[in-house]
């Protein structure tokens, strides 16, 4: 089994801590959730393990695979993908086309390939466009698909933030805020293809959510984190009985 490991994580900005001696452990095919109060450090940590900010102490490991200080590409490849918090669409281009672009690290062809297009360039295109084509349907975007992103609601957005990730056919999937500015009808549809990813495709889902009954009610796993510090972990029922975490985050809200 492939596990992500934190130990020890300190991230310094300044001389202020975002993160402090945060350790933490990601079972692989689980859903585990990052919760805390606004500041208390769940994007940081998340830059971390994406290869966005390098720790100032500790390490992050993949199964034996060092990512302390692995580039984003890096940490790509070996089979993390995030969708953020703050869209990373672009917007004047078609749902299909942003999921066909995140798909350019696979298209390991040679600049002759491409030029001729034949050979080993059309079957990778061939290869891509299969990925990107089930990974439409699996997020049921099909009306969606030849439209401009900036056309479409936001919580559609969204939903294709999430496909992009999952173009990359990731090991591990970084969710930062999916349900973040939706309503309720959007916030059960991302709740069920959440869940579906997990069991469907066996990924190991690490997630950032604000909303405290989603988290609840999907995670196998829930770390709080406050002021950068882990203040507690456990299953959905015993977080919830945290005199720690109800002080610091569920007494606040």
Do not use: W
Not at 58 to 86: C, M, W
Not at 127 to 139: A, T
């Amino acid at each position: 089994m492939k596990t992500l490991t934190i130990s020890d994580v300190t991230l310094t900005f300044g001389g202020l801590n975002a993160l402090t001696e945060v350790d933490m452990r990601f079972e692989q095919g689980l859903i585990t959730s990052i919760i805390g109060p606004n500041g208390a450090g769940k994007t940081s940590l998340l830059n971390c393990i994406s290869g966005f900010y390098h720790p100032s102490k500790g390490e992050i490991h993949y199964g034996d695979r060092p990512l302390t200080n692995a580039s984003p590409h890096q940490v790509a490849k070996l089979g993390i993908a995030r969708a953020f918090q703050n869209l990373e669409l672009f917007r004047g281009m078609t749902v299909l086309d942003n999921l066909l672009l995140a798909r350019h690290h696979k298209l390991n062809y040679s600049f002759l390939h491409a030029l001729v297009h034949f050979g080993k360039a059309s079957r990778v295109e061939a290869e891509n466009r299969k990925v990107v084509e089930q990974v439409i349907d699996f997020m049921e975007l099909e009306p969606y698909r030849k439209r401009n992103v900036g056309s479409l609601s936001y919580g559609i957005q969204k939903r294709v933030e999430v496909a992009r990730a999952l173009t990359m056919e990731p090991e591990v999937l970084l969710l930062d805020e999916p349900m973040a500015g939706m309503n309720i009808e959007e916030k059960e549809d991302m709740v069920r293809f959440i869940m579906d990813i997990q069991k469907e495709r066996q990924t190991t889902i690490i997630l950032v959510e604000h909303d405290l009954g989603v988290v609840m009610d999907i995670s196998d796993n829930i770390y709080v984190l406050d002021f950068g510090e882990l203040i507690g972990y456990g299953k959905p029922s015993e977080v919830a009985q945290n005199p720690k975490v109800i002080e610091a985050y569920i007494g606040k809200g």
